[in-house]
């Protein structure tokens, strides 16, 4: 099935807009829809064959929001497109929203979420889709069609919609610290039992910090946040980087980035200068100070590379204007 | 194309497709004949419960070979025989994930996948394990099946289809619920019939070669064409030529 051409667009805008309104009342989403008149997109095919084909490829298309990876106020703004686009189909008998097997566990934790959060209306809406049967329960979730293609088609979502993966959190999780936590108490503990002074562990037992846990806390609270901020900064500077072409406003992009940029040239530059001179018995093998052009991209995060990268583009854009 | 069966009840109501039971649409291909249908197959779409038989499937399928008529009946044109290939030659098999799954409900059914086996046996080709069992003792739910995947289905000896399973899916309210109606034909492609040389309106019935009194070799005519050009009044047959019936491959549009 070739892709229907702008679906994708305006579902991504309407949950976009969702998404900004911030909330995840249906109130909110109903008067979106009703703004868009979002109900007209099935009125392109008349017939009754390009109809069928065309409510599935929008259902399947806007039952992939549904789903992980997406963050929880996307995936609840695709429950309500999904509830939206199946009661205003004009299909006769409606056509249904399939759902492949692996994915159902996800789903009712994602019920049970929404129910837990008193999020009754996003609940109330999944009840009332399964109480009208609008599911088809499959082992795939895409529908297979036989017509060799020339090219595979990629799909490309949008990385605002992401939920920004976030790997040390997954990683050091709550149960993972309280675990640690314990264990550190209990280890505490049994030195306390074997030293002299019961009260504390002996000096020559003091092998680790004690505090380490709070510390590990600390830093996966600090890296969240960096992420957070870092993803803002990103979005920031690319809205008024396509919006403006003036040289002001990117030389304040610019001072943004450059800011973090400059301050991480300067440690680098601090640790990199500093050659420690090597003991006499290795005279012949002194570290020399290498100076090299691109060493301090290495390090950089991708976005801030994205944004140096960004910098040569408004020049050329003014000479294709001249 | 399936809305003729959507929503169907059943008559009997111990013919009622149960909850929880298996819905499979599997694509069957054709045999290519026509060298235009090289690239792109044309297929019959099939609904298929899970809890029938691979008989049942095998007897639904459609194909023209099963309608060709063998031998040669330039002298005796009245007496095509009365039985069709599908009566003479019934032995087929399916091809599942390493298994054939033979007919054999007939006496005269053979283990049409008996050369395959030996064949991958005789030497060490890396195929494993091919094995063979009845059809007829399976069902769908049986089997374990890639979705996407070709597997095969041979009948006639050397009739070959590919069949591709494209989804598995739990049966729902709004399908046909009359078992009797399954394995369900949703979507067939419509094959052009050739026409009778002559009158170009009536699809050929017979086909010649060698004819003496036609134009092209081989050549295609309906019954009255045929009769009225190699047949006197009396019957007797006219110039030299070898007749045979002539099935086309568009009868099930």
């Keep these: 099935m070739s892709a229907v051409p702008g679906l994708q667009a305006d579902c991504e805008e309407l949950l976009g807009a969702f998404l900004e309104a911030d909330t995840v009342r249906f109130e909110r989403f109903a008067e979106l829809w009703r703004e868009r008149r979002f109900h007209t997109i099935f009125y392109g095919r008349i017939r009754a064959l390009e109809r069928n084909?065309?409510?599935?490829?929008?259902?399947?298309?806007?039952?992939?929001?549904?789903?992980?990876?997406?963050?929880?106020?996307?995936?609840?703004?695709?429950?309500?497109?999904?509830?939206?686009?199946?009661?205003?189909?004009?299909?006769?008998?409606?056509?249904?929203?399939?759902?492949?097997?692996?994915?159902?566990?996800?789903?009712?934790?994602?019920?049970?979420?929404?129910?837990?959060?008193?999020?009754?209306?996003?609940?109330?809406?999944?009840?009332?889709?399964?109480?009208?049967?609008?599911?088809?329960?499959?082992?795939?979730?895409?529908?297979?069609?036989?017509?060799?293609?020339?090219?595979?088609?990629?799909?490309?979502?949008?990385?605002?919609?992401?939920?920004?993966?976030?790997?040390?959190?997954?990683?050091?999780?709550?149960?993972?610290?309280?675990?640690?936590?314990n264990i550190h108490d209990h280890y505490q503990k049994m030195k306390c039992v074997i030293s002299a002074d019961k009260s504390q562990p002996d000096k020559a037992l003091s092998l680790i910090k004690d505090d380490f846990v709070v510390n590990l806390?600390?830093?996966?609270?600090?890296?969240?946040?960096?992420?957070?901020?870092?993803?803002?900064?990103?979005?920031?500077?690319?809205?008024?980087?396509?919006?403006?072409?003036?040289?002001?406003?990117?030389t304040l992009v610019e001072s943004e980035g450059s800011e973090r940029a400059n301050a991480l040239a300067r440690i680098k530059y601090k640790s990199y200068s500093a050659v420690i001179e090597a003991s006499k018995s290795r005279r012949h093998r002194q570290v020399r100070l290498e100076s090299s052009e691109s060493g301090s991209n290495c390090g950089k995060s991708p976005s801030k590379s994205e944004k140096n990268s960004r910098r040569p583009q408004p020049a050329g854009r003014r000479d294709s204007l001249e | 194309q399936e809305s003729h069966a959507i929503g169907r009840r059943p008559d009997n109501p111990a013919d009622l497709v149960e909850e929880g039971e298996l819905l499979?649409?599997?694509?069957?291909?054709?045999?290519?004949?026509?060298?235009?249908?090289?690239?792109?197959?044309?297929?019959?779409?099939?609904?298929?419960?899970?809890?029938?038989?691979?008989?049942?499937?095998?007897?639904?399928?459609?194909?023209?070979?099963?309608?060709?008529?063998?031998?040669?009946?330039?002298n005796q044109p009245d007496q095509a025989p009365e039985h069709i290939s599908k009566d003479l030659y019934k032995s087929a098999f399916f091809y599942f994930e390493g298994i054939f799954y033979n007919?054999?409900?007939?006496?005269?059914?053979?283990?049409?996948?008996?050369?395959?086996?030996?064949?991958?046996?005789?030497?060490?080709?890396?195929?494993?394990?091919?094995?063979?069992?009845?059809?007829?003792?399976?069902?769908?739910n049986d089997l374990s099946l890639k979705i996407g995947f070709p597997?095969?289905?041979?009948?006639?000896?050397?009739?070959?289809?590919?069949i591709i399973i494209t989804d598995i899916r739990l049966i729902h309210y709004d399908d046909c619920l009359d078992r009797t109606l399954y394995p369900l034909l949703i979507k067939k492609h419509w094959l052009c019939t050739r026409k009778c040389f002559v009158c170009k309106m009536y699809t050929a019935r017979w086909v010649t070669n060698k004819d003496s009194l036609a134009p092209e070799d081989p050549c295609f005519f309906c019954d009255v064409c045929f009769r009225m050009l190699h047949y006197d009044a009396e019957g007797n047959k006219l110039g030299e030529f070898l007749a045979y019936p002539y099935v086309d491959p568009g009868i099930f549009n």
């Design chain 2, 151 to 162: 597997y095969l289905f041979c009948h006639q000896g050397n009739c070959e289809h590919i």
């Design chain 1, 53 to 181: 084909k065309l409510t599935k490829k929008t259902l399947e298309l806007a039952q992939q929001y549904f789903l992980p990876p997406y963050a929880f106020q996307i995936r609840v703004g695709a429950l309500y497109l999904l509830y939206g686009l199946y009661n205003t189909q004009l299909c006769q008998p409606k056509q249904k929203i399939r759902i492949a097997l692996r994915d159902w566990p996800e789903i009712q934790r994602f019920q049970q979420d929404l129910i837990d959060s008193q999020h009754y209306d996003a609940a109330y809406i999944f009840r009332t889709l399964r109480l009208a049967r609008a599911f088809h329960f499959t082992a795939m979730p895409k529908l297979l069609n036989y017509r060799t293609k020339k090219k595979t088609e990629e799909n490309e979502f949008k990385e605002e919609f992401k939920e920004p993966s976030n790997r040390v959190n997954s990683l050091i999780t709550n149960d993972l610290l309280e675990e640690l936590m």
């Design chain 2, 24 to 74: 499979l649409t599997l694509n069957i291909f054709y045999p290519v004949i026509f060298q235009k249908h090289k690239d792109h197959k044309p297929y019959q779409t099939v609904f298929v419960l899970g809890s029938q038989e691979l008989t049942q499937l095998r007897d639904s399928i459609s194909c023209v070979s099963d309608l060709q008529i063998g031998g040669e009946f330039s």
């Design chain 2, 103 to 140: 007919d054999r409900r007939y006496s005269e059914c053979r283990d049409l996948s008996r050369t395959i086996t030996e064949w991958s046996e005789s030497h060490d080709r890396g195929y494993g394990n091919l094995q063979s069992v009845k059809m007829e003792d399976y069902t769908f």
């Design chain 1, 217 to 250: 806390k600390d830093v996966a609270l600090d890296y969240q946040e960096w992420q957070q901020n870092r993803m803002k900064l990103f979005l920031n500077a690319k809205e008024t980087g396509e919006t403006s072409k003036k040289k002001e406003e990117e």
